[in-house]
Nanobody
Framework: VQLVESGGGLVQAEGSLRLSCVAS????????MGWFRQDPGKEREFVAG????????RSADSVKGRFTISGDNAKSTVYLQMNSLKPEDTAVYYC???????????????????WGQGTQVTVSS
């Protein structure tokens, strides 16, 4: 399974960005797809996840009401719509896949076998 993220960039506070993650290879609709983020010197943290086949989603408390995860199974693509961005959202954002499709969606990075290369999101104040 290969994951390729895109859509990162520089945005002012309160702005919006949409990240995309295209999965190729043996990605299955039963996978759980997650977005994580990591700031230098900090641990990688769960942002949001989705299971394509059931439309089940989960989001971190820090982004609820601002970020929305969605998926297009036909395009093997997962999106992260980020609104009302804050400087503290600045990080490298990673797409990941959990072939186990755990429910509830796991927030544990160890459960995700496949990772993209990451895309930088920078929010200026």
């Amino acid at each position: 399974v290969q994951l390729v993220e895109s859509g990162g960039g520089l945005v002012q506070a309160e702005g919006s960005l949409r990240l995309s993650c295209v999965a190729s290879g043996r990605a299955s609709s039963g996978f759980a797809m997650g977005w994580f983020r990591q700031d230098p010197g900090k641990e990688r943290e769960f942002v949001a996840g989705i299971i394509w086949s059931g439309g089940i989603t989960r989001s971190a408390d820090s982004v609820k009401g601002r970020f929305t995860i969605s998926g297009d199974n036909a395009k093997s693509t997962v999106y992260l719509q980020m609104n009302s961005l804050k400087p503290e959202d600045t990080a490298v954002y990673y797409c990941a896949a959990d072939s186990g499709g755990r429910i509830p969606i796991s927030t544990n990075i160890l459960h995700y076998e496949y990772w993209g290369q990451g895309t930088q999101v920078t929010v200026s104040s």
